[in-house]
């Protein structure tokens, strides 16, 4: 059997959007998923599915989410092997950073360079960004909250179309860990 991480996006938030992890283990039993897991509180769970894929499963969780909660969630599912290649490959030199320093942002599907054209790349050093598989690699060496790098990739015109949730270096080890 395969175990899966469903990433919730923008959850429990300064208040918003809150999602008891307690609740959201009970909905995702509730559609037949077993090993149902939660890591901290920022939307992570891990789980066993009896039914379908990734993008199948991120539908009906984000579907599920709505009708018990009354309110959208973004949802992406990743599994083990996804996101240990993810963590094998990243590109900055993880074990000399701090994890406030290193982000993983997990997309819903392939992206390309042509999406970040219009950003100066070098006017935000030393923070820089990488891309990888359905992932974005994020150096912030003042962390998340302190970096502009960040709030340019954030912005709506660039994420157009996509499905994109944020992880500090700790969770993406985490979620490595918990599906493995």
């Known amino acids: 059997m395969t175990t899966y991480a469903a990433l919730l996006r923008g959850i429990n938030v300064g208040g918003n959007k809150k999602v008891p992890m307690a609740e959201l283990r009970v909905l995702m039993e509730g559609l037949g998923h077993a090993g149902v897991r939660t890591h901290l ?5 891990v789980f066993t599915p009896d039914h379908g894929d990734e993008e199948s499963l991120a539908a ?16 992406i599912v990743r ?30 599907e392939p992206v390309g360079e042509e999406r970040y ?8 050093l030393p923070e ?18 302190r970096s502009k790098l960040a ?23 985490k979620l490595v860990e918990l599906t493995g």
């Open 41 to 45: 509180q920022s939307g992570q769970a």
């Open 151 to 173: 709030e340019q990739l954030a912005k709506p015109r660039i994420n157009k179309g996509l499905i994109a949730t944020t992880r500090n270096w700790n969770t993406v080890l």
């Open 79 to 108: 599994d083990h092997a996804y996101l240990r290649a993810v963590a094998d490959a990243c590109p900055f030199p993880t074990a000399e950073l701090e994890a406030k320093q290193l982000h993983v942002t997990y997309v819903s």
């Open 117 to 124: 054209a219009g950003i100066d790349r070098a006017a935000f």
């Open 60 to 75: 009906e969780l984000a579907q599920a989410i709505e009708k018990r909660f009354g309110f959208p969630v973004d949802v």
């Open 128 to 145: 820089e960004f990488r891309l990888g598989d359905r992932a974005l690699y994020l150096y912030a060496p003042d962390g998340l909250g």
